[in-house]
């Protein structure tokens, strides 16, 4: 955005960064000359908010409420988005809660038919403000951007050509993100005598769990847990692995893991309760996606890209192409200042089909099914 921009750009930053964050190596180095950082700043905080009413247009992702509440009663003319992932995570029950309804009818069914509008980081962020009647019509496909590196895809896939198949399964050990499954997985497979070597990347709560497992069932000659790695690293055994992995329920908001595994070329097998999956994937064209839960259904597709390893290869080009091409940090931000005349010159866009920016349908927790796809 800055490049595009330059002086006209501004982050906002309200926190620092969390200590888990910190321990896999994403710490700043360095400060940016287009931040404006309000951690235990007073004079900082206030020209921040400053600008909040100020500015033609503003992104608020974690911010505080403030910022947007000040903005509409200063500048509600401009054009204000909200970034956020699904609300209801933990399940849409707590939509009933009183307490929670009267917090969540604030903060996203106040100002509805104001210049307001949704840049989901999630698939089912839309499903989830229908239950407010908010935002309808007003989202639009967002998400998380990492780094996107371009490679010689050849020269990336030849990466790739081993004697047996690397799976690849990244992220902290803890139940919503569902690493046993992943063991589970290597039983089954072992079970039919595929060769394979399964890389686990992460630590957490269930890793004695994890390493239980993987004793009782013999998996150390096939299953491999490397510990936390520095992001760099992660990308490394990413560009080596045939498959990836990732095993979260609905509470995964985004999974920018994703993201990167696609760029790195690999097939991804996802589940279809991570909240990327509906957004990066098209089934069966440049990844799998099966039914959450549901370990025979992650078995069918994995096995499916072992034994057929062009149709493994195969998807994992599409999917580089998909992130080198479409859902990358550039192409969004590009987007988004053309979604941003179209809202200010008619209320509405229908520029982009697909990708950062088109319009975010409606997508309920059930949508996927094994017998359609």
């Known amino acids: 955005m800055y490049q595009l921009l330059q002086n006209n750009y501004t982050f906002i930053s309200t926190e620092n960064m969390d200590s888990i964050r910190k321990e896999q190596g994403w710490e700043l180095k360095s400060s940016f000359n287009y931040e404006i950082n309000t951690v235990h700043n007073s004079e900082a905080y206030q020209s921040a908010l400053q600008l909040s009413k100020e500015s033609d247009v503003i992104i608020i992702g974690s911010a505080p409420e403030i910022f947007v509440k000040e903005r509409m009663k200063y500048r509600a003319d401009g054009i204000t988005y909200r970034y956020s992932e699904r609300i209801y995570k933990r399940g849409k029950w707590r939509f009933l809660s009183p307490r929670g309804v009267i917090k969540r009818m604030d903060t996203y069914f106040r100002f509805h038919n104001r210049k307001l509008y949704m840049l989901c980081a999630s698939a089912y962020t839309s499903a989830d403000l229908m239950l407010h009647g908010s935002y309808l019509g007003k989202c639009y496909k967002w998400g998380y951007f990492p780094e996107t590196i371009h490679y010689s895809l050849d020269d990336l896939m030849a990466k790739k050509v081993k004697g047996k198949t690397e799976l690849l399964w990244c992220g902290r050990f803890i139940k919503c993100k569902h690493p046993e499954a992943a063991i589970t997985l290597a039983i089954l497979l072992k079970k039919q005598g595929i060769d394979?070597?399964?890389?686990?990347?992460?630590?957490?709560?269930?890793?004695?769990?994890?390493?239980?497992?993987?004793?009782?069932?013999?998996?150390?000659?096939?299953?491999?847990?490397?510990?936390?790695?520095?992001?760099?690293?992660?990308?490394?055994?990413?560009?080596?692995?045939?498959?990836?992995?990732?095993?979260?329920d609905f509470q995964e908001g985004w999974g920018a893991v994703v993201n990167e595994a696609m760029n790195s070329g690999c097939a991804v097998v996802a589940s279809h309760a991570v909240g990327c999956a509906p957004f990066l994937i098209n089934n069966g064209i440049n990844g799998f996606i099966y039914k959450n839960g549901n370990i025979n259904s992650l078995y069918r597709k994995v096995k499916e890209l072992m034994l057929n390893r062009q149709l493994c290869e195969n998807l994992g080009r599409k999917a580089y192409e998909t992130i080198a091409c479409e859902w990358n940090a550039e192409v969004a931000a590009k987007r988004l200042?053309?979604?941003?005349?179209?809202?200010?010159?008619?209320?509405?866009?229908?520029?982009?089909?697909?990708?950062?920016?088109?319009?975010?349908?409606?997508?309920?927790?059930?949508?996927?099914?094994?017998?359609?796809?």
């Open 196 to 248: 394979f070597a399964l890389n686990i990347i992460g630590s957490g709560e269930r890793e004695n769990m994890i390493r239980t497992m993987i004793t009782e069932n013999k998996l150390e000659e096939c299953v491999y847990l490397l510990g936390v790695m520095k992001p760099e690293q992660v990308r490394t055994k990413m560009e080596e692995s045939n498959i990836f992995l990732i095993t979260s």
């Open 337 to 373: 200042l053309l979604l941003t005349r179209d809202l200010m010159d008619k209320g509405h866009s229908k520029r982009f089909l697909s990708g950062p920016c088109s319009k975010a349908d409606i997508i309920k927790n059930n949508w996927y099914s094994d017998k359609k796809n």
